[in-house]
């Protein structure tokens, strides 16, 4: 049987040899200043999905961990800076890979959101961009409010920041979900706009301001 998430990011192939670097600032002009701190957003690379374990424990495939160890050139990853991944798998082993590091300290704050009976199936996507853009139904209503996984991950990232670069591997959904908790993404589609052009995996610059 064919896996559908095999099809999640029809791109992520290039993320190889070309990581994707975004950077993220304030939607409102009045919340821009020079006291910010850096934090870096991991999005994983492309895990081996499968119905037989949950999302938690998928490995990367073999092409992600080329495409994670391919971050180690990206400029974006300033070396012998502060790093923490979530507990999952796959975004461990991209944050273990990208900076060639021998361990990661982990945070469950920045797991991904939790999404009790989301099904293995074709449908699971148009049900994430739901969620990501705001609209609860019957595919998501048992899902992690986005307002909560927001909130957890701020405070994650308040406990780790520094005054240099903190990066984080993370995942999608619930750092678009912070992004826009924070003013630095639209809500609505904007944010699910942010959240489909992500790759496998892909870099997000912040400048947070801790205030």
């Not at 934090?39 to 073999?62: F, K």
């Not at 974006?76 to 082993?93: C, D, F, M, R, W």
């Not at 273990?96 to 293995?120: H, I, N």
């Not at 609209?135 to 308040?158: L, S």
């Amino acid at each position: 049987m064919p896996n559908p998430h095999d099809r999640r990011r029809p791109d992520r192939g290039r993320c190889a040899t070309s990581p994707q670097v975004r950077t993220a600032g304030p939607t409102d002009p009045d919340l821009r200043d020079t006291g910010a701190v850096q934090v870096i957003l991991v999005r994983h690379a492309s895990p081996a999905a499968s119905a037989a374990a949950p999302p938690h424990a998928w490995p990367l495939t073999i092409g992600g961990r080329a495409a994670a160890a391919a971050l180690r050139l990206a400029p974006a990853l300033p070396p012998g800076s502060a790093a923490v991944a979530s507990t999952e798998a796959k975004a461990i082993e991209t944050l273990r890979l990208a900076p060639d590091r021998a361990s990661v300290p982990t945070d469950a704050r920045f797991d991904e959101v939790a999404r009790p009976g989301e099904p293995f199936d074709g449908a699971f996507r148009a049900a994430r961009l739901a969620w990501v853009e705001g609209t609860v139904d019957h595919r998501n209503a048992a899902w992690e409010p986005p307002e909560q996984a927001a909130r957890r991950f701020d405070a994650g990232v308040r406990a780790h920041a520094s005054a240099d670069a903190l990066v984080v591997g993370t995942h999608g959904m619930v750092m678009t979900a912070w992004l826009v908790s924070i003013g630095h993404v639209a809500p609505g589609v904007a944010a699910g706009e942010l959240w489909e052009r992500l790759t496998f995996p892909d870099i997000v610059r912040v400048e947070f301001h801790m205030a």
